[in-house]
């Protein structure tokens, strides 16, 4: 059964730069087969759709209080799909999960993933 594994959170200041990682446990599934999204939920709010990849071309979507900020990217020789984090803002301060769905298409509906991970906390402030 696939598992997921998130990476890379942590404390960084306001305008700063980091990377999240989302990997398989074991290591015989292939994420590339797979749709990979990353969500996040802040404390007390909702959980919210940031970024998806296909499986099928790489296209890639993002909502738009990330646009131009933060970049989905796969590594298929590191079997790994980062979210890289830029120019980071307060309210990004969130448990980072991804997701993973072999049938969704640069879709941020959670109902459409069915794997999870465990999340990571990213905390941006200074």
């Known amino acids: 059964q696939l598992q997921l594994v998130e990476s890379g959170g942590g404390l960084v200041q306001p305008g700063g730069s980091l990377r999240l990682s989302c990997t398989t446990s074991?290591?015989?599934?292939?994420?590339?087969?797979?749709?990979i999204a990353w969500f996040r939920q802040a404390p007390g709010k909702g959980r919210e759709g940031v970024s998806c990849?296909?499986?099928?071309?790489?296209?890639?979507y993002y909502a738009d209080s990330v646009k131009g900020r933060f970049t989905i990217s796969r590594d298929t020789a590191k079997n790994t799909v980062y979210l890289q984090i830029n120019s980071a803002k307060p309210e990004d301060t969130a448990v980072y999960y991804c997701?993973?769905?072999?049938?969704?298409?640069?879709?941020?509906?959670?109902?459409?993933?069915?794997?999870w991970g465990q999340g990571t906390q990213v905390t941006v402030s200074s």
């Open positions: 997701a993973a769905s072999k049938d969704a298409y640069l879709s941020l509906v959670s109902v459409s993933f069915d794997t």
């Open positions: 074991p290591s015989g599934f292939t994420l590339e087969d797979y749709a």
């Open positions: 990849i296909s499986s099928s071309d790489g296209a890639t």
